[in-house]
C-alpha cells in the first residue's frame, strides 16, 4: 500500500508563485517514477510533470516550462512543484502521482486558484 500527502495550495494572484508538496509513503521501491497531473473544471486530466527517481530526468508539459520546476528529497521521499508566475490557466485542482510498475498510485488532489 503506497500513500501521498499533498500540501501547499491555496489562492494567488496571477504572476504570484506557490509551491505543492507531495510526500510518498509505504511500501515504495527505489525504481519508481513521481510527478503532478492537474485537473481543471470540465477538462481532462493532464501531465504537468514528473521524474523518474533511477534516472534524474525530469519531464514538463509545454505549458509550465520555464515557470515550474520540479525537485525532490530521496531521503524523505518528497516532492517539491515550486509554481512561478501563475497564470490562470494554471487553476486546477493538482494531483501527485507515483508509478511503481505495475501500479500508479494517486493523491486526492489540492486545489490552486489563480485570481485576482
Known amino acids: 500500500q503506497v500513500q501521498l500527502a499533498e500540501s501547499g495550495g491555496g489562492l494567488v494572484q496571477p504572476g504570484g508563485s506557490l509551491r505543492l508538496s507531495c510526500e510518498v509513503s509505504g511500501r515504495t521501491s527505489s525504481g519508481y517514477a513521481v510527478g503532478w497531473f492537474r485537473q481543471s473544471p470540465g477538462k481532462e486530466r493532464e501531465f504537468v510533470t514528473a521524474?523518474?527517481?533511477?534516472?534524474?530526468?525530469?519531464y514538463y508539459a509545454d505549458s509550465v516550462k520555464g515557470r515550474f520546476t520540479l525537485s525532490r528529497d530521496n531521503a524523505k521521499n518528497t516532492v517539491w512543484l515550486q509554481m512561478n508566475i501563475l497564470k490562470s490557466d494554471d487553476t486546477a485542482v493538482y494531483y501527485c502521482?507515483?508509478?511503481?510498475?505495475?501500479?500508479?498510485?494517486w493523491g486526492k488532489g489540492i486545489q490552486v486558484t489563480v485570481s485576482s
Open positions: 521524474i523518474r527517481i533511477s534516472g534524474g530526468h525530469i
Open positions: 502521482y507515483v508509478h511503481i510498475v505495475p501500479n500508479i498510485y
